[in-house]
């Protein structure tokens, strides 16, 4: 683990204990959820067991899917499958949902929005990504554009909640839209950067990081490579 370890540490399992919560106030506005949740959800009610009990047994299901990828866990996704479904529970079972309409909407845009922050401050730390995001980035790093991966990933699960029953509204719209700018400003803002690193505040040198970046897939816009960029015209190889 790179240092400052602790600051890691402390970083990685706020976020988590964040983004469990954070969708708690999704699951408690009942006005839509994010697709995973949807996901959730639909098993839920479908099968039984809480949301979060899903969101833990999915969470295990996806890192399965690692194993042909060849993604390697950090503690920081090991942590992600435990800790996030097991505040959902947690919060569900003590905090009744409000009636009021405009509690709702206010749980709905909070849980937004610190959802964004809690994704910052545990890719921030640089010790793993959560399963469902090396998902993404490991099957993005086989050649496909991570916008089609991610865009796949979520339609997919969307889909799949939806018909098994889960809450699909104008959360759902509000999560999709404002998610991504979230994550965008909160990422590097949170990223921890090693002392001897000498790049500036908010950058990290962690691969957890990179990985999670456009120019750091195949397929995706970018600065090139040394393997692809073309030799100049009029330079020969001198023997």
Sequence with gaps: MPPPRLRRLVQLYLGLGLYGASGSLLLLAGLGLDPWDVLHQG???R???GVGTWAIIAGAAVLLLWIPLRQRPGIGTLSNVVVVGAVIDLMLATISPPHALALRIAL???GVFLNGIATGAYIGAGLGPGPRDGLMTGWARRGHPIWRVRTTIELSVFAIGWALGGTVGVGTIVYAASIGPLAHFF???LAITPPHAGGHPGESDDATATALTPAAVPGT??????RTSRRPRG???RR
């Design 108 to 110: 709905l845009l909070g």
């Design 221 to 226: 816009p970018g600065r090139a490579s040394g």
């Design 235 to 237: 330079v020969w190889r």
């Design 47 to 49: 099968i039984g067991l």
């Design 187 to 189: 990422i590097p803002l």
């Design 43 to 45: 098993l839920s009610r």
